[in-house]
């Protein structure tokens, strides 16, 4: 059995065909186009597909969106606005069970699965990267919420006198530690460094700012961790993403942050851990509601 695999975020859009014990077999990739990334999406699909019969499509994709009838309105791709992306892709690929989720559940049912929380019931996976998201693991099943969009990490507020977020709300996780706001605010300070790895090659040598704006977002992701395995009673939570690979100038704040505030009881144990599959893991995911989907999909 094999899955037509997709995974769509603010930057890139990327697939893959994956076997039915979550290998990826073949891949590819293409930035994404705000204003309209379905010509180049479907370009791609076609050529990494070609004539060959899929028996499934796994996508996950930025939200918010309507679940499961998979209208999306990813934040960071303004071109799609209750956008029928799951019905689309229902019309290119009949005949096979197609389904959508939120991109940062797809990361998380992929560490759950295969990855770094195997045998973890109850976890969190979450991505800092052009955007902040997450997915929620709760009792061994993935956690829906009313709408389909339970695990949006990045909208808890982390600081009320924070910046504005694309969200509408102020002081956003994802408005303060996304990778663009964590350059911006370096940039403000005077740092040179035009993207989120030439800032962490600062950070990595040293540079006051560098560092200083690492520390900033780690801390922001830190609190809202612990804040979130104290609501959820979490043993674990997985940290990947674009971001999250500057290593320590983020993991040492963001670290010592979830000490300070995850003190109850219950928390002594939580750990926090980077993912065990890497940039594959928001493709697995998606694969995973097709291929697993008795654990992570229930709407039909």
Not at 283 to 296: D, I, K, N, S, W
Request: proline letters at 7%.
């Amino acid at each position: 059995m094999t899955v037509l695999a997709i995974d769509i975020g603010g930057t890139k859009m990327a697939a893959a065909v994956v076997d039915d014990d979550g290998n990826v077999l073949r891949r590819d990739r293409t930035p994404t186009v705000p204003a309209d990334p379905w010509p180049t999406f479907v370009a791609m699909l076609d050529e990494l597909v070609a004539d060959e019969q899929v028996d499934g499509v796994g996508i996950g994709c930025g939200g918010p969106m309507t679940w499961p009838s998979g209208e999306v309105s990813p934040l960071n791709i303004p071109g799609w606005r209750d956008f029928p992306l799951r019905a689309r892709l229902a019309e290119r690929y009949p005949g096979v069970p197609v389904r959508l989720h939120n991109d940062a559940v797809a990361v998380a049912i992929a560490e759950h699965w295969r990855g770094a929380a195997q045998g973890v019931d109850n976890m969190i996976g979450m991505v800092v990267s052009t955007g902040v998201g997450g997915g929620i693991v709760s009792g061994g099943r993935i956690l829906d919420g009313a709408t389909g969009n339970a695990g949006h990490i990045g909208h808890v507020v982390a600081d009320p006198a924070g910046p504005m977020c694309a969200c509408g709300a102020r002081g956003c996780l994802e408005a303060i530690a996304r990778g663009p706001a964590t350059v911006a605010w370096a940039r403000e300070q005077g740092s040179e460094a035009m993207d989120g790895p030439a800032l962490a090659r600062l950070a990595a040598d040293g540079d006051e700012v560098a560092m200083a704006a690492f520390a900033r977002s780690g801390e922001a992701v830190g609190r809202v961790i612990a804040w979130c395995a104290a609501l959820l009673d979490l043993e674990m939570v997985v940290v990947g993403g674009g971001l999250a690979q500057a290593g320590p100038p983020l993991w040492e704040p963001m670290l010592a942050a979830v000490r300070e505030q995850a003190v109850l009881p219950f928390l002594t144990e939580l750990r926090v851990v980077a993912p065990g599959l890497g940039g594959d893991a928001g493709l697995v995911g998606a694969a995973a509601l097709v291929l697993a989907g008795e654990r992570y999909w229930s709407a039909d």
